[in-house]
């Protein structure tokens, strides 16, 4: 029962009954949420694994001066892949198969197909997680195995992805008419380039594992490796990750819709971003990074302004939310403005960065701290944030209040923090010991803060809490002997 006082109202750009025909906002037979929870569960255990868990090792190491000898650079690799392709990459499509069915207003095609790429996805980056370090030690009888492993995962990763764009892409041909669809066509030319940027890129990362594994080069050579890290983070994971928010923003937060011009100006903006940076990376040329960086810095600021998350606006007259909804949605909603400022810091640098080298200033702002300002700051508190929103509906759970979300809020923006800010300071000059000690404990945090997320969702993400909710939704009881 509603809170007294509590008067719902109508949502901005909500189809009126009798303007559109009845099949245009049909959804269709769509599928249960446990054909993707099982691989939301495999995204939080590689992030906690070869993700976060590698880069706290590499943090604390570099911080304390450990050598790790053969196994650092490859090891950094695997970390960047890993968080990627086997965190954020696996979320987002994960999420991407509910959520863009819905969309479009028709049932996933090819449904058996997109959990195998799902697993094939994840299934290679855990294959080349373990197999790339183990190429360090060239002299040992694994090497022939991780010669094997780093193939056959770089192979699966580009398969599955093969897989899910092909069901995406057979789905989008089903449904009603698309001009029918407008939250999907304000963002559907930008989705597909990207997509096809995974796909592209995957596939490149591929040839480079059987590169590696036929030289028994236990890395990547280092401006391929970059190239692919950067096609990954602002081709794929960056723009995917803002153009579905773009859609959910009005709904979690009650802001205005972005209009579609603005929207596409600014992705053709970040993808003419892209091919530049990835042409400086293989180049090593100064000029197309300092446009790239210039583009990036347009994105990075525009984008959060024009979605108006970080200032807080609200629409006037928007009452949709309960007070018990507004309650549960405080803390994550916390993490996604956080996310949208950390985006905002990330333009900043990557416009500083892109002026000092168009300037020739000696003073170069680190790339690193460019790349984890939009991973672990953007990304990783996006990806929470809309998990905690997102996870209990699709649990078929009621939204609460979860106070342990307030350690994953502080120990998300300190890793972030702590992960940015000695970069940062080191290409200014400034070393203190204070700083070595936190960028060894940015890891730490990471860990913590996704720990403590994974901990609160998993049981959401457990398959019979699925099944027990759509059987109770639809009003069946549960067999005898077994516990609803």
């Known amino acids: 029962m509603a809170e007294p006082g509590w008067r719902p109202r109508l949502r901005w750009g909500t189809p009126l009954p009798g303007l559109l025909p009845a099949d245009a906002t049909a959804s269709g037979a769509q599928q249960p949420f446990r054909l993707v929870a099982p691989f939301l569960r495999l995204a939080f255990v590689i992030s906690l694994g070869a993700g976060f868990g590698a880069g706290a090792v590499l943090a604390i190491s570099q911080a304390w001066g450990v050598p790790l000898g053969a196994w650092w650079t490859a090891l950094v690799q695997v970390h960047g892949r890993a968080q990627l392709v086997g965190f954020v990459g696996l979320f987002i499509l994960a999420v991407g198969l509910r959520f863009l069915p819905r969309l479009r207003g028709a049932p996933l095609v090819s449904a058996r197909s997109a959990q195998y790429g799902l697993l094939a996805i994840g299934t290679g980056v855990l294959l080349q997680a373990f197999s790339q370090p183990l190429l360090a030690l060239a002299s040992t009888p694994a090497s022939g195995l991780a010669r094997v492993g780093l193939v056959l995962g770089g192979v699966l990763a580009w398969l599955g992805s093969t897989l899910i764009v092909?069901?995406?892409?057979?789905?989008?041909?089903?449904?009603?008419?698309?001009?029918?669809?407008?939250?999907?066509?304000?963002?559907?030319?930008?989705?597909?380039?990207?997509?096809?940027?995974?796909?592209?890129?995957?596939?490149?990362?591929?040839?480079?594992?059987?590169?590696?594994?036929?030289?028994?080069?236990?890395?990547?050579?280092?401006?391929?490796?970059?190239?692919?890290?950067?096609?990954?983070?602002?081709?794929?994971?960056?723009?995917?990750?803002?153009?579905?928010?773009?859609?959910?923003?009005?709904?979690?937060?009650?802001?205005?819709?972005?209009?579609p011009a603005p929207l596409l100006a600014?992705?053709?903006?970040?993808?003419?971003?892209?091919?530049?940076?990835?042409?400086?990376?293989?180049?090593?040329?100064?000029?197309?990074?300092?446009?790239?960086?210039?583009?990036?810095?347009?994105?990075?600021?525009?984008?959060?302004?024009?979605?108006?998350?970080?200032?807080?606006?609200?629409?006037?007259?928007?009452?949709?939310?309960?007070?018990?909804?507004?309650?549960?949605?405080?803390?994550?909603?916390?993490?996604?403005?956080?996310?949208?400022?950390?985006?905002?810091?990330?333009?900043?640098?990557?416009?500083?960065?892109?002026?000092?080298?168009?300037?020739?200033?000696?003073?170069?702002?680190?790339?690193?701290?460019?790349?984890?300002?939009?991973?672990?700051?953007?990304?990783?508190?996006?990806?929470?944030?809309?998990?905690?929103?997102?996870?209990?509906?699709?649990?078929?759970q009621r939204l609460r209040p979860v106070p342990q979300l307030r350690l994953v809020v502080v120990a998300g923006n300190l890793a972030a923090l702590f992960r940015v800010l000695p970069p940062l300071a080191a290409a200014l000059g400034v070393t203190a010991p204070a700083l070595a000690a936190a960028f060894g404990l940015s890891g730490l945090c990471a860990l913590l803060a996704v720990g403590r997320f994974t901990q609160n969702v998993w049981p959401m993400l457990a398959g019979e809490v699925g099944r027990d909710a759509e059987r109770n939704a639809a009003g069946v009881a549960a067999p005898r002997g077994q516990r609803p």
Request: charged letters at 10%.
């Open 266 to 396: 600014l992705f053709a903006i970040l993808s003419s971003s892209v091919v530049l940076r990835v042409a400086g990376d293989l180049t090593g040329q100064d000029w197309p990074l300092a446009a790239a960086n210039l583009l990036m810095g347009l994105f990075g600021l525009g984008f959060p302004l024009l979605a108006s998350v970080p200032l807080g606006l609200r629409r006037p007259l928007r009452r949709a939310d309960s007070p018990a909804l507004a309650q549960a949605s405080r803390l994550p909603n916390a993490l996604i403005r956080s996310a949208y400022v950390w985006l905002l810091l990330a333009g900043a640098l990557a416009l500083i960065g892109g002026l000092s080298r168009l300037l020739g200033n000696p003073v170069r702002l680190s790339e690193d701290a460019l790349r984890h300002a939009v991973t672990t700051g953007y990304l990783t508190l996006l990806i929470l944030g809309m998990g905690a929103r997102l996870i209990p509906g699709f649990a078929r």
């Open 166 to 259: 092909a069901a995406l892409a057979r789905t989008l041909r089903h449904g009603p008419p698309l001009s029918w669809r407008g939250g999907l066509m304000s963002i559907l030319p930008f989705l597909i380039l990207r997509f096809a940027t995974l796909w592209l890129t995957l596939l490149a990362g591929a040839a480079l594992c059987v590169q590696a594994a036929l030289a028994f080069a236990p890395a990547f050579p280092a401006p391929t490796d970059r190239a692919l890290t950067d096609a990954l983070l602002f081709g794929f994971a960056l723009p995917v990750s803002a153009a579905v928010s773009v859609r959910l923003l009005p709904i979690t937060f009650g802001v205005e819709l972005v209009a």
